[in-house]
C-alpha cells in the first residue's frame, strides 16, 4: 500500500533505519514529504513560529534522498496573497529541486472554524492589508474557491515543469510483487 508522511520536522533524519524498513514494507511505495510553504524568512517567522527554517527542511530532505529515500516537497500551506505568487513558489522549486525532490505537491491554506479566528488575529497583526481578501476568500467555508485553486494549480504547472517535476501519480517507483494465494491452516 503506498504510504506517505509529511512532516515540517527536520527530526525525521532520525529514524532513516525505520523508513528504509518502512519503504521495503510497502514495496517501495513510501515517499517523504516536507512540507516548505516558503523560503521567505520573514514570512516563515511569522507564519510559522517554532518550526524548523525551511532550509533546515530542505537540509534533511536532501539527507533523506542520499539515503535512499523518496523524499519530495509539499509547499503547504500555500497563504493566498503571501506565499501564492509564482515567484515564490518558483523559490521553493528550485530549492526542492536542488535539494533531489523528486515531486513537488500543493495544498493551499485550510481555515477550519476551529482555527479561523486564531488565524485572522494572526493576519490582523501582521498582513491587515489582506483581512477584505481573506474574509471573502473564506466567507463560505474552510476552503478557497476552486477558480483559485485552478489559478494555483496553473501557476504550479508552469513551475514544475521549469525543474522537471512531475504529479506523483505518475511517478511509478517499482513493478508490483505478482500477487500469492494464501494457505489457510485448518
Do not use: N
Not at 518558483?90 to 479561523?116: C, H, N, Q, Y
Not at 477558480?147 to 501519480?169: D, I, N, P
Amino acid at each position: 500500500m503506498p504510504t506517505s508522511i509529511v512532516t515540517k520536522s527536520t527530526l525525521i533524519v532520525r529514524d532513516i533505519d525505520v523508513l528504509h524498513e518502512l519503504d521495503e514494507r510497502v514495496d517501495g511505495e513510501l515517499c517523504v514529504y516536507v512540507s516548505v510553504p516558503t523560503l521567505d524568512r520573514e514570512v516563515w517567522r511569522k507564519a510559522e513560529p517554532g518550526t524548523p527554517p525551511p532550509w533546515q527542511r530542505l537540509r534533511a530532505l536532501r539527507m533523506l534522498r542520499e539515503a535512499g529515500i523518496d523524499a519530495a516537497v509539499l509547499c503547504a500551506p500555500v497563504l493566498p496573497g503571501i506565499t501564492d505568487d509564482e515567484t515564490s513558489l518558483d523559490k521553493v522549486a528550485r530549492a526542492a529541486s536542488e535539494a533531489g525532490a523528486t515531486a513537488l505537491g500543493w495544498r493551499p491554506l485550510k481555515l477550519d472554524a476551529e482555527i479561523k479566528d486564531y488565524y485572522f488575529d494572526f493576519l490582523a497583526r501582521e498582513f491587515p492589508v489582506l483581512m477584505p481578501r481573506y474574509a471573502a476568500t473564506y466567507a463560505s467555508g474552510a476552503h478557497t474557491s476552486h477558480q483559485y485553486q485552478r489559478e494555483l494549480e496553473g501557476k504550479l504547472a508552469r513551475v514544475r515543469s521549469r525543474y522537471g517535476f512531475r504529479e506523483r501519480r505518475h511517478l511509478p517507483r517499482r513493478e508490483p510483487k505478482e500477487a500469492q494465494q494464501l494457505g489457510l491452516a485448518i
